[in-house]
């Protein structure tokens, strides 16, 4: 059961921080996403077959402490943006946000359960609830991290003067790079840089519950 209910978290997470991005392109008044069909919330249209079910569910039966995955990115052409100095930022910022704005949510609702005595803090919707609190914060601060592709990277190169253009081009090429062999020395050399960033995080909105 508590694989399941991590398994939906992870999903949850993932389709409701895309479904956002292109939200927020259709609002800037970039049809691509809705073209593409994926302002919805239904969640196939936003799967990727390994960043989306193969390697979550891999974490999770080997028991990693770190349970991450990916969608489909959003396409989108920032052309079409009504603001287009900021739209890229406002778009890439949206997926992050709506983990934030989620996380808060399910602390509310469980908080407000706990003090009606409607769950005890360990029951399967207690820990559905705490699960989609944890991966909602942990996906929000990892796409925050400012290395191409993840969100945080543009909201970088908006801020950067034009004197960076040949940097930005190069951390757009080189950035997957930078974060897979970051990851793989974080895990492998047993760093934890990134599990302390996350559980700092996590800790506070656990503070909050």
């Known amino acids: 059961m508590i694989i399941v209910i991590q398994i939906i978290s992870v999903l ?13 392109a259709n609002k800037q ?24 079910i193969i390697l979550p569910v891999l974490l999770i039966m080997s028991g990693s402490p770190l349970v ?19 739209g890229n930022t406002i778009v890439s910022l949206a997926g992050p946000a709506a983990n934030l704005i989620s996380a808060v949510v399910f602390i509310v609702i469980l908080k407000i359960l706990i003090s009606l005595q409607v769950v005890t803090p360990n029951n399967y919707l207690s820990l559905f609830l705490i699960y989609l609190v944890m991966i909602n914060v942990i996906l929000m601060i990892f796409n925050l991290i400012p290395i191409p592709p993840l969100d945080g990277s543009k909201l970088l190169f908006d801020v950067l003067p034009a ?7 190069w951390l757009t090429k080189n ?17 934890g840089i990134l599990g302390r960033i996350f559980s700092f995080f996590v800790g506070i909105f656990y503070g909050l519950i």
Do not use: C
């Not at 969608?71 to 943006?81: D, G, I, Q, S």
């Not at 004197?163 to 081009?169: A, D, N, P, S, V």
């Not at 930078?178 to 492998?188: E, M, R, V």
């Open 29 to 52: 008044g970039d049809p691509t996403p809705r073209l593409d069909g994926r302002l919805t919330l239904n969640p196939w249209p936003h799967m990727d077959m390994f960043g989306t």
């Open 68 to 86: 991450f995955g990916w969608a489909k990115p959003v396409m989108v052409n920032p052309a079409n943006f009504r603001n287009q100095r900021w």
């Open 12 to 24: 949850y997470a993932i389709v409701v921080h895309e479904f956002s991005h292109a939200l927020a």
């Open 163 to 169: 004197r960076y253009e040949g940097f930005k081009f």
């Open 175 to 191: 950035g997957p790079w930078l974060l897979l062999g970051f990851l793989i020395l974080d895990s492998f050399l047993g760093l």
